[in-house]
């Protein structure tokens, strides 16, 4: 049962447009949203994250949107770059009952073209 | 500084042979974890240790045993390997929930 669920599972995006991922979880508990970046070969970093009290977080070209009602997030790449092509994971957690059970999404892997 | 380091880097391994995995963090964290990656699956939880002297279950934890040795040091062991682990094993510590964790770069785990 995957408890984060994310989509697409591959991207392709050119030069400039803007790249769209979009989690959904269905624990209402959880109440911390990471997304983490990895490039091949190598270990997830964090990118972004963003808690439940807020609707949006921007960070230079990367936005998470986040939707409690619809129990969604997305992370928006704005004037996405060659240098973004890596895989994206989207993650979640709470703290009661879990103790810091960080559970991620099924990843997606963006490449974006020149 | 190292940060988190994984050892072996590449390992093959027999069906039926067992092995342990180490990793070890110099960034005095708390709580460490052990994560599987394999296409289309992401990264799913084996265990984790949320401070040194406890360990838990994570979403896949069946055939795999773990050891938090200190806090430095959290160990995957493999009893009895399957093609079914083969994958990439990643390793993670970070100081408490709610912050950014740091990864290994990974241990690519072939049964055959």
């Known amino acids: 049962q995957q408890q984060v669920k994310q989509s697409p599972q591959s991207l392709i995006v050119q030069k400039g447009g803007i790249s769209i991922i979009n989690c959904a979880y269905e624990?209402?508990?959880?109440?911390?949203f990471p997304w983490y970046q990895q490039f091949p070969g190598k270990g997830p970093a964090l990118l972004i994250a963003?808690?439940?009290?807020?609707s949006e977080k921007k960070e230079g070209r990367f936005t998470i949107s986040f939707n409690k009602s619809a129990k969604q997030f997305s992370l928006h790449i704005m004037d996405s770059q060659p240098g973004d092509s890596a895989t994206y994971f989207c993650?979640?957690?709470?703290?009661?009952?879990?103790?810091?059970?960080?559970?991620f999404g099924q990843g997606t892997e963006l490449s974006v073209k020149p | 500084n190292a940060g988190v380091t994984q050892t072996p880097k590449f390992q093959v391994l027999k069906t039926g042979q067992s092995m342990t995995l180490q990793c070890a963090q110099d960034m005095n964290h708390n709580s460490m974890y052990w994560y599987r990656q394999d296409p289309g699956m992401g990264l799913r939880l084996i265990y984790y240790?949320?401070?040194?002297?406890?360990?838990d279950k994570g979403e896949v934890p069946n055939g795999y045993n773990v050891s938090r040795l200190n806090k430095r040091e959290f160990s995957l062991r493999l009893e009895s390997a399957a093609p079914s682990q083969t994958s990439v094993y990643f390793c993670?510590?970070?100081?408490?929930?709610?912050?950014?964790?740091?990864f290994g770069q990974g241990t690519r785990l072939t049964v055959v």
């Open positions: 240790s949320a401070s040194e002297g406890t360990t």
């Open positions: 624990n209402t508990a959880f109440d911390y």
């Open positions: 993650a979640a957690e709470t703290f009661y009952n879990q103790g810091g059970k960080l559970i």
């Open positions: 963003i808690r439940p009290d807020v």
């Open positions: 993670a510590t970070r100081q408490v929930w709610n912050t950014e964790a740091f």
